[in-house]
């Protein structure tokens, strides 16, 4: 049996992780947020009070650290170091630190063994910042979602304050969300870059509903 990757790249808050639970959940295949192993790293880099820039820190840190993904009812649970952080690495701070730490190769290289060690075998969607371009070159489906920064700023916040966070401001979100929009498309490892063949989807208008309508009709063509 030949089992396919679907790819969903773009900066953040541009609709990947919703809209990728949405084409897994219409095509009943598995979700792999592959976002969330970068913010365990900088979380893990935030507790043990490391300077989330310095290669060397982060590279020793890297040693010593067991991240796994588990999924319950249909929704992906992220473990480090044996404990549930899948609501912890949702705070803004991380957001930061999970940007600064995936710049440095020896992170996104543990972190690209893992995605593909949970994905063989399997007919799966990821989203991220590199799936098409380093991931899974070959993915059978590829999509670059892109929107306003200030409307990612605007659904990032709005998801925030559903999951209780009170204490951040839009001015907050939309510096972090610039900040890492910088750091993702400049750094020297895996930049965030649309690939050739993958098919661009402006989502700043669109809803969700409409954007995975218009994906879904892409595969099934």
């Not at 190769?105 to 995605?115: D, G, K, S």
């Not at 999509?143 to 925030?160: I, S, T």
Request: hydrophobic share 35%; aromatic share 4%.
């Amino acid at each position: 049996m030949e089992y396919y990757q679907i790819a969903i790249d773009g900066p953040s808050g541009s609709g990947k992780s919703t809209l990728a639970k949405g084409v897994a959940s219409r095509l009943g295949i598995l979700y792999l947020d592959t976002g969330a192993m970068y913010r365990a790293c900088g979380l893990k880099a935030i507790k043990t009070k490391i300077d989330t820039k310095d290669a060397d820190q982060v590279e020793k840190m890297m040693q010593d650290i067991k991240i796994d993904i588990t999924h319950e009812n249909g929704e992906q649970h992220v473990w480090l170091d044996g404990e549930d952080v899948s609501k912890e690495i949702r705070m803004p701070g991380v957001s930061v630190a999970a940007s600064d730490v995936s710049a440095i190769p020896c992170v996104r290289e543990a972190m690209v063994n893992l995605q593909r060690k949970i994905s063989e075998g399997k007919n799966v969607v990821l989203d991220g910042r590199d799936i098409g371009s380093k991931v899974f070159p070959n993915a059978k489906y590829k999509f670059f979602l892109v929107a306003d920064a200030e409307e990612r700023a605007r659904r990032r916040l709005l998801e925030l304050q559903e999951k209780g966070v009170t204490d951040t401001s839009f001015e907050d979100v939309l510096k972090d969300i610039k900040y890492r929009d910088h750091q993702d498309t400049t750094r020297a490892s895996s930049p965030l870059v649309k690939v050739e063949d993958a098919i661009e989807i402006d989502t700043t208008s669109i809803s969700i509903e409409g954007t995975l309508d218009a994906l879904l009709s892409h595969i099934q063509e």
